[in-house]
Structures are given as C-alpha cells and as structure tokens.
C-alpha cells in the first residue's frame, strides 16, 4: 500500500510502461477495512492515496439502519467487499488509465488457500511481454 495513485498515473502518461502490481488484498487492504463501521482517518487517506478516489467507501461499505433525522447521526456502515470486490475495484481504476489490464489477476495465497497479494499487469503496450495474461 505504498504506492499511490498518483505514482501510477505518471506511469501511464509515458505511454510505454508493462507494470507488475502486487496488490496486498489480504496482508494489507482487507485488514483495513473493519468490520462494523469504516476505518480510521488515517487508513482512509491511505486508501484514497492508494485507489485515487474516495469512492473505495462507498463501493466497500453499505450503510445499516436509518439515519437518525432527530439526532443527525449518520446510519452506521457494514463492510461487504471481499478478496475479489477489492481487486475488480482496483482493475476497474486501471482501466481509466491503461488500455490494458488483465482482468482475472493472479493470486498469491497463504497456505490456508486465503489471498495474500493479488499480481496485476496494467500495460500501455498490448504484446509489451509473453507472459501469460489474459486481456
């Protein structure tokens, strides 16, 4: 998660990048996103710098119970991504920027079958490699 967003979009304005992105959906994304409510401030900039946009709340999160219209108080927020919501939120903000990306990632698991890294190769180059990715 140390790579931004903004990094990443340098990378595709010189037109000529074959990228390897091990995105840490389970040592690190995940482990982020609590629960019963949306993470701290601090890991919520750090996810926005991550993904470019806010919008990682609203597409990991769904709000519970009613909006308290006496008090104001927001409805409470309940996570509902999984391994693969994280990683096809993250192919679909690579895709405004690369022409293309490999829509069915590879996976690195621990050795209870749980994702720990997702690899995915954004390119601007259709044949920049021979690896087998599918496009």
Do not use: C
């Not at 690190?28 to 919008?55: C, E, M, Q, S």
């Amino acid at each position: 998660m140390t790579v931004e967003w903004r990094t990443i979009k340098a990378l595709a304005r010189t037109k000529g990048v074959d990228l390897w992105i091990l995105l840490p959906v389970g040592v690190g994304i995940n482990r982020v996103l609590v629960r019963g409510g949306l993470p701290t401030p601090v890991w919520g900039k750090r996810l926005t710098r991550l993904f470019g946009t806010a919008d990682w709340a609203q597409t990991f999160y769904e709000p519970v119970g009613q909006h308290d219209m006496f008090t104001g108080d927001a409805a409470q927020v309940e996570k509902v991504a999984d391994f693969n919501a994280i990683s096809a939120f993250f192919i679909k903000r690579l895709q405004t920027l690369f022409p293309y990306v490999a829509d069915k990632p590879r996976h690195l698991m621990n050795s209870k079958k749980n994702p720990l890294l997702r690899y995915i190769s954004p390119r601007t180059i259709r044949q920049a490699s021979r690896l087998p990715i599918t496009y």
